[in-house]
């Protein structure tokens, strides 16, 4: 077979000159997006099942809940005039009253009804300001940045309900209903104001920084934890454009990912917003600069490797995944370590998860470097023939479609001699002895393919084993006969044993009677 070329690596950009910020090494995280089919797999949302037509039609009570708002003693709001009735010098001071009236909290939980007059004069002023935001020039002026971080932060940054789940069972985005957030319909205006107002043109860095600093990045962070998928999503795409904009915040905004990735692996397993912090370090990854910082290499080893022995690894594995890859794609030296990592935490027991193991190491050998495959092969192979010989036939079925990716294939065909010894004897007793019929023609499909990569070695791995069969057979023919003649002589020195027993109890009653 002739050899692949490895898969094309989407190019690294370099980083723009100019920058003087410590972590000006590392590239704009936007330009991440630019790469076409780069970019991290998106967070699954909650699909809304109905109930089939067989079922009992029983209206299913939707799971709400609500964050402990503090909710304002005076929230009667008067209406405003509109800001495109208002004169140009008027304005400015019209915008900034709507921001302070959009900063009233109301209950949308205990009495859902009430003040519903002023929750629509809110909603309306958060729909206006959207709409002129989007369409009109010299609207994000200096006295307009701290009204409108102090509006989204009194409106967004409060204790989260309690856990719907605070066992930290598995989440299944198809099957479970997710926890809504009943204070939504102001929420998500505030949340598209404010992604709005970071993404303006007029929007600066410096007079902003005074307002988005350290501790307004940890409140959004803690949001992160929210059960409402919405609003998750809305903070991912924020934190994102706040570390592409602010570069002094970049390395404690990675700190403190890494903190709730520590938490969340060795101390609660629980945290609902995973799959969207894995997103965002997606994004950062690929703009990682190289040579990598130690810092980066820790946090590959140290937090994204052990993330993997999570129980509830499915809700967030194609994001980790992704973020791996980049890594090694950015530093193959990194491949052992990596792939040693996943071996050392794989699954034992549980076969969906294996087969999540096997999707994400098939990915990293899609762009492993010759050199470093040649390093992990021997420990690689003796985890794949274990995977082949599994009775779970998902995990033998994946295992085995490694034989149709042409790029391993040509890596196998450079190492067969080390190779087909390890995946032969599972092979050839899977080919006749596994209970699925499917797995037989992939692994006959394997055993094709290896005889044409080298007859003379397929031939010496038959004779090898055949040959180990033989041995195998001898000593347990060896063991039975052994245990025979045990048997035999137990048969034969019964009367002997019987005897002993009766002159024993004999002559210990005759000192009795004596």
Request: proline letters at 6%; charged letters at 25%; glycine letters at 4%.
């Amino acid at each position: 077979m002739p050899n692949k070329t490895k898969k094309d690596k989407a190019p690294v950009k370099s980083t723009g000159g100019g920058k003087t910020n410590k972590d000006a090494s590392e590239t704009n995280d936007e330009s991440g997006r630019k790469h076409a089919g780069n970019t991290p797999p998106p967070t699954q949302l909650t699909k809304i099942k109905y109930p089939g037509q067989q079922q009992p039609l029983i209206k299913k009570e939707r799971r709400q809940n609500s964050s402990r708002f503090n909710i304002s003693k005076n929230r009667e709001l008067q209406k405003l005039p509109l800001l495109k009735d208002a004169t140009p010098a008027e304005r400015e001071d019209l915008f900034v009253q709507k921001l302070r009236q959009c900063s009233v909290l109301f209950d949308f939980i205990s009495d859902p009804l009430s003040d519903l007059k002023w929750k629509e004069v809110k909603r309306a002023a958060l729909n206006e300001m959207l709409d002129y935001l989007s369409h009109q020039r010299g609207v994000v002026t200096d006295a307009i940045y701290p009204e409108a971080v102090g509006m989204f932060s009194i409106n967004m940054f409060r204790t989260l309900p309690p856990s719907s789940n605070p066992n930290g069972a598995e989440f299944d985005p198809e099957e479970d209903e997710p926890t809504l957030e009943a204070a939504w319909p102001h929420l998500q205006l505030v949340y598209e104001f404010f992604l709005r107002f970071l993404e303006s043109p007029e929007f600066q860095p410096t007079p902003a920084k005074k307002y988005i600093d350290q501790k307004f990045v940890l409140q959004l962070l803690d949001l992160f934890d929210s059960e409402d998928p919405r609003e998750r999503d809305f903070l991912k795409t924020i934190l994102h454009r706040i570390y592409g904009k602010f570069l002094g915040l970049r390395a404690y905004i990675r700190k403190h990912i890494n903190n709730i990735f520590y938490r969340f692996i060795f101390e609660t397993e629980h945290h609902n917003g995973v799959a969207e912090l894995l997103e965002i370090l997606g994004s950062i990854i690929n703009g990682f600069a190289l040579p990598l910082k130690e810092e980066h290499k820790v946090f590959l080893l140290k937090v994204l490797l052990p993330l993997h022995k999570v129980k509830s690894l499915s809700v967030y594995h194609p994001q980790l995944a992704y973020c791996v890859v980049q890594f090694l794609e950015k530093d193959p030296s990194l491949t052992e370590k990596v792939i040693m990592g996943l071996l050392k935490f794989w699954p034992k027991t549980h076969s969906p998860k294996e087969v999540m193991f096997l999707n994400e190491l098939e990915e990293i050998l899609d762009v492993i470097e010759p050199s470093e495959f040649v390093k992990v092969q021997e420990a690689l192979f003796k985890q794949l023939a274990k995977c082949v010989s599994s009775p779970h036939f998902q995990v033998a079925e994946r295992a085995l479609y490694y034989w149709n990716n042409e790029y391993i294939m040509s890596l196998i065909n450079d190492n067969a001699q080390a190779i087909l010894p390890i995946m032969f004897p599972a092979l050839y007793k899977n080919s006749k002895a596994h209970w699925n019929k499917t797995i037989h023609g992939l692994i006959y499909n394997a055993l094709k393919l290896f005889m044409e990569m080298n007859q003379k070695l397929f031939d010496e791995c038959t004779q090898q084993y055949k040959h180990e069969k033989q041995k195998e057979k001898a000593v347990l023919k060896d063991r039975e006969v052994a245990w025979n003649k045990v048997n035999d002589l137990a048969k034969s020195n019964s009367m002997v044993s019987k005897n002993a027993v009766l002159l024993h109890t004999t002559g210990f009653t005759t000192v009795n009677v004596t």
